[in-house]
């Protein structure tokens, strides 16, 4: 690779390659011209005559008052001739016969017209006309041969790449760009070694993995990280998104894997990168109807590529998905993607450090504290705090503030989190009244669960869907969960549900959220999770469904209807004991409910301090917090850390 050859514009473009291109079509460009000054010219030609156009009638008019001199008749459809005017001068006139006229010869001959007769011949012009769709026909031609031969993404090209080029001029992207993530860097510095110094490796023997698989949820930096390798080592980056593959004509998505690889070839060393992976490397005969499809034969053109693929090319093969459950289990062998790197979401540490990298091109107020954000936004993902900080700045220049406060970054992450705040929705009074009895509910049991999350704010301003919210937020990190604390959170579940019916006497639709949130936990509990004591040490159920078909069709049942029966008794036994010591707390402590709903009503939104103050608490700096111990991390879903009302 001779990047002084190809320095690329400020547009992106080559300038050498638009040169050629020019001079390959410097002929048809000059064809071109010449065909539109010979059709000027002669046009110019034919419509210059000097003769007189006239009418059929004034032609008679004039052949009766003995005008007309000589006439020649020209395909018995033209008259062109001669005749004296007013002056006495003589005129060249012509006029085209617009009907069969049987006397015309006997009225030439009965005033001394001098007769003769001819053909109309084809002018110039009218032949050029005439064959001007030819020319067209055959230019196109001409066209599309040429830009065939020349490739490129034109005409006839579907089977040419899609893939984007990004040199190494190009704005360079390295490790230090990409906060947290150190265990996927540290595997991937081995990439960017082989490719700055790969005799380190050859002359022991070592061979680098061919493909190197970034595994990880949506937003956690998988594309900036293969940027990120690219950049580190400077060479070029070839970025291709796996749905680009695939066309509606056959045969496209195998040939655009060959001219990829082909392209790497050309210019290594160099990264090819192939984001979602899985849109086009999902498992072969999983589809229903046993038709090899379009799909299948990509897959396979990209099995062959990469098996055959040496590494000594120095072209090293990265791809992104978040679905590695559904690939092909080729694509995973040693000698393709030999290495699998988890690309993870960022821990508390990785929060504020990803922030701090947003933060520098904003300007911050001094009351901004990166840590207390970082804290507040546990499960967040890199792109999901990148989109915050945003946010805040936004937030900060539609209130005409030149820095940005921490009260912008509550907003944002109260935005991006719960929803967008309505608070020009318009609630009697007593609809927000009900409402605050129900957040209070769930906010009051946060003070008297062992297990719970500390409590960070509750309030009854709308928030996308739901009518308030009672947020907590973990203390840290965790990655895994206990039996008691899977129960307090059902049971901060059933707090709104069980302050309308003491308050009430009954409940209202808001509490369907509530009731599916807590019936998830407690029936995951019993079928995955073995938390059941009748039915203990067992996994009953399980979630691999067919790759082609959604879990709502596909619902897989490996126990007997006696087992379901069970399972239904032990998930409602968890739900009613749930129930019965929710409803016993909040009857104790029905004052201080009512206290809170009161100004919940009056302030609408409340902090934990605020709370603390109001009903008595101490503050919570003096709180030892509880240390939880934990043994193998659960692989499960995100647990909720809000409760809403939703109507």
């Given amino acids: ?39 000027v010219l002669l046009f110019m030609m034919n419509s210059g005559g000097g003769e007189m156009e006239i009418s059929y009638s004034n032609f008679l008019n004039y052949l009766k008052e003995g005008q007309v001199d000589a006439v020649k008749i020209l395909d018995n459809s033209e008259i062109r001739g001669t005749m004296k005017s007013s002056d006495g001068q003589s005129v060249v006139f012509v006029t085209t016969i617009p009907y069969y006229h049987d006397n015309l010869i006997p009225m030439l001959e009965e005033h001394d017209v001098n007769i003769s007769g001819g053909t109309k011949g084809l002018s110039a012009g009218r032949v050029f006309l005439e064959l001007i769709p030819w020319l ?27 893939a984007k080029q990004y040199l190494e001029q190009d704005s360079r992207i390295t490790f230090n760009d990409v906060a947290g993530q150190s265990e996927a860097k540290f595997e991937l510095e081995e990439v960017v070694d082989f490719l700055k110094n790969p005799t380190k490796f050859t002359k022991i023997g070592a061979k680098i993995p061919k493909g190197v698989l970034l595994v990880g949820m949506p937003g956690t930096g998988k594309t900036l990280l293969a940027k990120a390798v690219a950049g580190e ?16 004509f056959v045969g496209v998505g195998a040939s655009r894997v060959r001219d990829l690889f082909e392209q790497g070839r050309r210019h290594a060393p160099c990264i090819i990168f192939i984001d979602e992976l899985d849109a086009v490397g999902r498992t072969r005969g999983a589809g229903y109807g046993g038709g090899h499809d379009e799909r299948e034969q990509t897959l396979n053109q990209m099995l062959v590529e990469m098996d055959g693929f040496d590494t000594k090319d120095g072209v090293i093969i990265l791809a992104a998905t978040n679905r590695p459950d559904v690939l092909d ?9 030999d290495r699998q790197v988890v690309v993870d979401m960022p821990d508390v540490k990785e929060r504020e450090d990803i922030l701090a990298i947003h933060c520098q091109k904003i300007q911050l107020a001094d009351d901004v504290d990166l840590n207390r954000i970082a804290r507040a936004t546990p499960g967040t993902s890199g792109a999901d705090l990148a989109n915050m900080v945003n946010e805040a700045a936004l937030f900060a220049a539609r209130n005409n503030r030149e820095t940005v406060h921490m009260l912008d970054f509550e907003e944002a992450r109260d935005k991006t989190l719960l929803g967008v705040a309505r608070k020009s929705r318009v609630i009697t009074l007593e609809d927000k009244r009900a409402t605050a009895y129900h957040e209070a509910g769930h906010a009051l049991l946060h003070y008297y669960l062992k297990h719970a999350d500390p ?9 996308g869907r739901a009518l308030g919210l009672a947020l907590s937020l973990p203390e840290r990190d965790t990655y895994s969960r206990t039996k008691g604390w899977l129960m307090d959170r059902i049971k901060i579940a059933m707090g709104g549900y069980v302050a309308e019916e003491l308050i009430y006497g009954e409940t209202t639709t808001g509490t369907q959220n509530d009731i599916k949130q807590a019936t998830s936990i407690a029936r995951r509990m019993v079928t995955e999770w073995g938390m059941s004591e009748e039915l203990g040490f067992v996994a009953l159920g399980q979630e691999d469904e067919p790759i082609f078909i959604g ?14 029966t069970r399972i239904d008794v032990s998930v409602r036994t968890l739900l009613k004991n749930a129930l019965d010591e929710t409803r016993t707390i909040l009857t104790e402590h029905k004052d201080q409910l009512d206290t809170l709903a009161k100004n919940l009503v009056k302030e609408e939104t409340l902090d934990d301090a605020e709370i603390r103050m109001l009903l008595g608490f101490p503050p919570r700096e003096s709180i030892t917090s509880l240390k939880i111990e934990t043994s193998e991390p659960e692989d499960s879903e995100s647990d909720p850390e809000s409760e809403d009302e939703e109507k």
């Fill in 455 to 463: 409590l960070h704010k509750v309030t009854v301003v709308p928030h």
């Fill in 233 to 248: 080592a400077g060479v070029a980056f070839f970025h291709m998104s796996g749905s680009d593959f695939v066309e509606m």
């Fill in 329 to 337: 289990p080729a694509l995973l062998r040693p000698g393709r993607f």
């Fill in 551 to 564: 879990k709502e069709i596909a619902q897989h049942k490996d126990y007997s209807e006696d087992t379901a």
């Fill in 1 to 39: 690779m001779n990047p002084e050859n190809r320095q690329p514009d400020k547009n992106g473009n080559d300038p050498n390659k638009l040169k050629f291109d020019f001079n390959k079509n410097r002929f048809a460009l000059f064809f071109l011209i010449s065909l539109i000054i010979m059709f």
């Fill in 136 to 162: 067209l026909f055959l230019l196109f031609f001409w066209f599309m041969f040429r830009q065939v031969q020349g490739g490129g993404n034109k005409a006839f090209s579907f089977g040419k790449s899609k």
